[in-house]
């Protein structure tokens, strides 16, 4: 249940708004001016088809740099949402006093376009799937499926806790990784500053001596008069690595796979799966508690899986449409495992799949927590004790030389 997913809640991609001029014919086949707020061509197309013309001229006006992406506040919006629902006002009620507090803090304009779309006569998934940029599908589908059932509020707070939810299994990931995180670069910094400055300075002094040394100690010493000579090319290589490894990272930030990147860790592998099927889990319950069809809540689950599982989540929703159950399908595609089974079929000999695979995610929710308080107190320690040692190391085979010395003045 990483948040991983490639959820996204950019008012813009990148930093950049595009403004649209759009001709368009309505249904009584009058020609009507639009002018568009969105991201890119398609972005724009998409909200002239939604509004129910058929696009004759579309053409950018303008283009505004913004010096930096502006995060949406998804769960926030829906959190106040709901609230404001819960207390009796009506949708365009509720964004009207969104609106107003957002205006005070420049932060409104998805908002404003949302509402006039509203008071517009369309509906508010319609509203919201002409800024794909701001509402992900999961969150249209959601509010789409409460439509019908004139449930809004409920489906906001089912959304608002399987966001929750996802946050409080990332703030521990995020907590229980700091700590190693800021071992590992500081140990970096010291082996590198011993490795990259001190050492070609021993090795000038050593070499000027003439003195036999240890073959460790020669091999290190060997190191740093290469170093000292080939400065500036080991400079350009570490920085070209240092650059490729922030935009590996920054690619991960960017994708919502950012907590794989723990997989290099050894024992962490088959963990990171069993999460991402929680995950899974947890997204179709929620889909199916709030009324969505089996096959649209798996469309819509693409998004919290990464790429290398969507092949075999299509190949499970293809075999549910042929008419197999979904434990079936899932064991087929290796999207289960041996706990998660039970619970399945329980959950489909009782009628209540959509609760049964929240209770699923909640147990390997509790089960990833104890593992790792218990993988993070194991962790730590050892890789302290490995960063101490390689520094060490480094250290003793410096001195070597002088332990020598001392021993022959002697």
Request: glycine share 8%; net charge positive; hydrophobic share 50%.
């Amino acid at each position: 249940m990483l948040p991983t997913s490639p959820i996204t809640d950019y008012r813009v991609t990148r930093g950049i708004s595009l403004q649209f001029h759009a001709r368009a014919l309505n249904a009584q086949q009058q020609l009507v001016s639009l002018r568009l707020d969105a991201a890119d061509d398609a972005a724009a197309r998409l909200q002239v088809q939604a509004r129910g013309l058929a696009l004759v001229k579309l053409q950018p006006v303008q283009t505004s740099i913004r010096l930096s992406a502006t995060r949406f506040p998804l769960l926030l919006f829906a959190q106040e949402l709901h609230a404001l629902m819960t207390a009796g006002l009506s949708v365009i009620e509720s964004l009207d006093v969104l609106i107003d507090k957002e205006l005070v803090e420049s932060n409104g304009s998805p908002l404003t376009r949302l509402a006039s779309s509203l008071k517009e006569g369309q509906r508010l998934s319609t509203a919201m799937a002409q800024q794909p940029e701001v509402f992900p599908a999961l969150f249209i589908g959601i509010l789409q499926a409460a439509e019908g059932t004139s449930d809004l509020p409920l489906a906001l707070s089912r959304y608002v806790d399987y966001e929750t939810r996802l946050a409080g299994v990332r703030q521990r990931i995020v907590s229980a990784a700091i700590y190693p995180a800021i071992l590992v670069c500081v140990g970096g910094g010291v082996a590198a500053f011993l490795m990259g400055y001190v050492v070609p300075r021993f090795a000038a002094v050593y070499r000027s001596s003439g003195r036999p040394l240890p073959w460790a100690s020669q091999l290190l010493l060997d190191w740093g008069a290469f170093a000292g000579t080939h400065a500036a090319a080991i400079g350009v290589c570490l920085g070209v690595v240092v650059f490729a490894v922030v935009w590996r990272v920054r690619q991960h930030l960017r994708d919502g796979t950012w907590w794989r990147l723990l997989a290099i860790i050894p024992g962490t592998r088959a963990k990171l799966e069993v999460l991402e099927i929680s995950r899974l889990y947890l997204t179709l319950g929620m889909l199916l508690q709030g009324g969505l069809p089996i096959t649209r809540a798996l469309d819509l689950a693409h998004s919290v899986l990464p790429v290398a599982r969507h092949a075999a989540l299509s190949e499970s929703a293809r075999r549910i449409a042929e008419g197999e159950a979904l434990s079936d399908a899932f064991v087929a595609t290796g999207l289960t495992t041996p706990v998660a089974l039970r619970l399945l079929k329980v959950g489909e000999r009782s009628g209540q799949l959509g609760d049964m695979l929240v209770r699923t995610a909640e147990f390997y929710e509790a089960e990833t927590a104890r593992w790792i308080e218990r993988f993070t107190k194991a962790f730590e320690p050892v890789l302290m004790a490995g960063i101490g040692l390689v520094i060490g190391l480094i250290v003793l085979l410096l001195y070597m030389p002088i332990f020598d010395l001392a021993g022959s003045l002697q």
